[in-house]
């Protein structure tokens, strides 16, 4: 028996960026009603054709009321937005009944027996996952996408190693390390798709990927890749570039250092440099793990086109955490 479409969807943090990309791609599809949950008295800008709930995140009660009749709740929540919220959301789509969720887990897919220095990061994943199962009533289905390329690329020195307006970019090691990455309309259109399957019955359905990883990608590329890339956007070569080199483990020891003094850029740092070494064997899962794209009928993208529209992002000024970009 196949049963229908998923056509109610939650989603916590549409005026975020990665909540707007998934809205978006949602709305477009015409095939869903989505809501937006924001916390009370947010300025954020919601995305055309959601509605907008507003809700109390201190408050399960205020969660159940705004998630009572949704299908499916996305979970898109700022790094420094504390557990205990990610935990208080799930377990009250569990009393309001939803069946699916999509926790704040994106990145990369996780091993079961991690590197001891990888094992905070990994101890999040699986807390995040055992918050949707232990509420009773939900099924997670987790999307492993990789760094976020726009996000990465313009940020700052502490993610990718670029600083785009003063043409400087640190290589960790040599720079040939490949990653795995996704832009935020491949992560967007990977929604979309899933979601347009009948929720059951003959595959592909949303069931297939029930409590499993969700695995796409926009790009293989390393930070050489990504400077060829800059350069055929802007016109440039290595001559107007000031190149400089970093270990790898030294720039992981460096962020570790300045987590532990309070300074927020550190963890950056050690997270992209513990992706960057060579050991490390999900960072380009696109090379070894089977991924949804072709089910899901993902487009194959233009890397080019990807650093273009980075490039304009930090020339508008876009700094989300007010760094020199």
């Known amino acids: 028996m196949t049963v229908d479409s998923i056509q109610k969807v939650a989603i916590v943090g549409t005026t975020g960026r990665i ?5 978006e791609a949602l709305v477009q599809t015409g095939k869903h009603t989505v809501t937006g949950l924001t916390r009370q008295g947010s300025h954020g800008q919601q995305p055309d054709g959601v509605r907008h709930v507003e809700v109390d ?23 420094y937005v504390p557990e205990e919220v990610h935990h208080r959301i799930a377990v009250a789509a569990g009393k309001a009944g939803v069946p699916y969720i999509m926790p704040n887990i994106f990145g990369y897919p996780v091993l079961e027996h991690a590197k001891k220095d990888e094992q905070g990061l990994n101890n999040v994943v699986h807390a995040r996952v055992d918050h949707v199962r232990s509420n009773g009533v939900s099924s997670s289905i987790r999307l492993p996408c990789g760094f976020w390329y726009e996000w990465s690329l313009a940020t700052g020195e502490q993610w990718f190693g670029f600083t785009i307006k003063s ?32 929720e059951s019955g003959a595959s592909p359905s949303v069931a297939d990927f029930k409590n499993q990883d969700l695995l796409i990608y926009s790009f293989r590329v390393s930070q050489r890749d990504m400077l060829d890339s800059l350069h055929r956007v802007l016109g440039t070569t290595d001559d107007d570039w000031e190149i400089t080199y ?16 309070g300074i927020r850029t550190g963890r950056p740092k050690a997270l992209y440099g513990r992706a960057f070494r060579t050991d490390n064997a999900t960072a380009d899962f696109a090379d070894t793990m089977s991924t949804a794209n072709e089910v899901l009928g993902l487009p194959t993208e233009d890397l080019d086109e990807a650093t273009r529209r980075t490039v304009q992002m930090v020339e508008d000024g876009w700094n989300p955490l007010g760094l020199a970009v």
């Open 19 to 23: 909540g707007g990309v998934f809205a």
């Open 57 to 79: 995140y201190d408050d399960e009660a205020s969660i159940v009321d705004a998630l009572r009749g949704q299908q499916f709740l996305v979970i898109t929540l700022g790094v």
């Open 167 to 198: 043409r400087k970019v640190t290589f960790f090691d040599d720079g040939r390390r490949t990653l795995t990455v996704s832009t935020w309309d491949q992560c967007g259109r990977a929604l979309a798709a899933l979601l347009s399957f009948p």
């Open 246 to 261: 970093e270990s790898v483990e030294k720039r992981i020891a460096d962020g570790d250092k300045e987590i532990a003094k």
